[in-house]
């Protein structure tokens, strides 16, 4: 069974400092994996996307990672803002898969403390 | 501007009565999706469309009723069968079904509540 964790399940940190959040996946056979940010009572919003021969991308102050071997992934914001609060979640793709080759995780709910 | 429309952002349900979620999308896309998101859980798969007049049950159906019969509007029944209605409900689209490197645009929800 396809499966995405992510860890922690929530953060909390203060105002212009650093974290990372991660993402483990057992999807077969993977497509690509996406961080998406969802403020709270919104729908989420697409950060970036990663496929199989990419490492790194950076979309601003976010940089996700992707280790296709270990099946790991992870999204660093650098100097947090208030705005960053929210709960960002990782979706992964299985070729062919369409809407039912979708993982979501669970989230990781990030608050921002001034 | 374009993009995904839900409405209401709040909803009421009694006991045995039915409600519709309206989701409009001025994006052009193909496919469109509703997913239910309970606290701490993952989003879940209800239908989802790849074309007018065609639909697919996701992976909870059950008590849960679409329509497709314009490009544009995907609504969601959920009826007196869904025994636990409360969640977040959101809608989505990508301009096809197929294209898994498309992301998935979304509106900004619905929650439901029952009385």
């Known amino acids: 069974k396809n499966q995405v964790e992510q860890s922690p399940q929530s953060l909390i940190i203060l105002e212009g400092k650093n974290c990372t959040l991660q993402?483990?996946?057992?999807?077969?056979?993977?497509?690509?994996l996406r961080w998406y940010k969802q403020d709270t009572g919104r729908g989420p919003v697409s950060l970036t996307i990663m496929t199989f021969s990419e490492n790194t991308k950076s979309n601003g102050r976010y940089t996700a990672t992707l280790d296709a071997d270990t099946k790991q992934s992870s999204l660093h914001i650098t100097a947090s803002q208030l705005s960053d609060s929210a709960s960002y979640i990782c979706?992964?793709?299985?070729w062919g898969g369409g809407a039912d080759g979708l993982t979501f995780g669970k989230g990781t709910h990030l608050i921002i403390q001034p | 501007d374009g993009g995904i429309t839900q409405s209401p952002k709040y909803l009421f349900r009694k006991e045995g009565q039915n409600v519709t979620l309206s989701c409009e999308q001025n994006l052009n896309h193909d496919a469109m999706y509703w997913y239910r998101q309970d606290p701490g859980q993952g989003l879940r798969l209800i239908y989802y469309s790849q074309i007018v007049n065609d639909f697919q049950k996701g992976d909870i159906a059950e008590g849960y009723s679409v329509s497709r019969e314009k490009k544009e509007s995907f609504p969601l029944t959920v009826t007196s069968a869904q025994k636990n209605p409360t969640a977040f409900y959101l809608c989505a689209s990508r301009k096809a079904e197929a294209s898994t490197n498309e992301k998935l645009f979304f509106g900004s929800g619905t929650q439901l509540s029952v009385l």
């Open positions: 979706v992964v793709s299985a």
């Open positions: 993402c483990n996946y057992t999807v077969s056979p993977f497509s690509n």
